[in-house]
T-cell receptor, first 114, second 114 residues
Framework: DVKVTQSSRYLVKRTGEKVFLECVQD?????MFWYRQDPGLGLRLIYF???????EKGDIPEGYSVSREKKERFSLILESASTNQTSMYLC?????????????FGPGTRLTVT | DQQVKQNSPSLSVQEGRISILNCDYT??????FLWYKKYPAEGPTFLIS?????DKNEDGRFTVFLNKSAKHLSLHIVPSQPGDSAVYFC?????????????FGTGTRLQVTL
């Protein structure tokens, strides 16, 4: 059974804090993704990684960075949290299989920045 | 620039009737389409997909139709059940060179009433 886990379900941080969101997958997938979900905006891609130490910007990378030191782990970093980064953050993974790439999602982290 | 659009933010259907969720896209490079279902406080789960070489795919109560000339796809749920109440996201995929990325629509909240 495929599994993507995220380190926290709920997180409250203060403006200006550095925030780490961790994601682990046990499916030996090459690709990992970070999205944020906001009402009326759907899921928007922040960053993705197609291999260890490799990363690419998604549609809304500003204010975020990522790290992938091991194949199974993909971290999202908010360098200096701001209130407009209050959102639901979703991690996903997929195998490297061309277009036919169903993504498997974690349960999400609800981040509130005050 | 919303490349995948779900123009109905919500839909209410009686139990036992058909639910039809619609999705439009603008990018002709998309070659694979997926529907995800999301319950509150959970990550999206894959529901059904269709390749651009097909016009229909069926899986139990769920059928996805693709009209490439109109750049339109729809998800039919027959018969609708109360457990189908969730947010449904349409997503489209295209290989970008390094990994296949999904572009999501904004979602449609389906409520199935008794």
């Amino acid at each position: 059974d495929v599994k993507v886990t995220q380190s926290s379900r709920y997180l409250v941080k203060r403006t200006g804090e550095k925030v780490f969101l961790e994601c682990v997958q046990d499916m030996d997938h090459e690709n990992m993704f970070w999205y944020r979900q906001d009402p009326g905006l759907g899921l928007r891609l922040i960053y993705f990684s197609y291999d260890v130490k490799m990363k690419e910007k998604g549609d809304i990378p500003e204010g975020y960075s990522v790290s992938r030191e091991k194949k199974e782990r993909f971290s999202l970093i908010l360098e200096s949290a701001s209130t407009n980064q209050t959102s639901m953050y979703l991690c996903a993974s997929s195998p490297a299989s061309g277009s036919f790439a169903e993504q498997y999602f974690g349960p999400g982290t609800r981040l509130t920045v005050t | 620039d919303q490349q995948v659009k779900q123009n109905s933010p919500s839909l209410s259907v009686q139990e036992g009737r058909i639910s039809i969720l619609n999705c439009d896209y603008t990018n002709s490079m998309f070659d694979y389409f997926l529907w995800y279902k999301k319950y509150p406080a959970e990550g999206p789960t894959f529901l059904i997909s269709i390749s651009s070489i097909k016009d229909k795919n069926e899986d139990g109560r769920f059928t996805v139709f693709l009209n490439k000339s109109a750049k339109h796809l729809s998800l039919h749920i027959v018969p609708s059940q109360p457990g189908d109440s969730a947010v449904y996201f349409c997503a489209a995929s295209a290989v970008t060179g390094t990994a296949s990325k999904l572009t999501f629509g904004t979602g449609t909240r389906l409520q199935v009433t008794l």
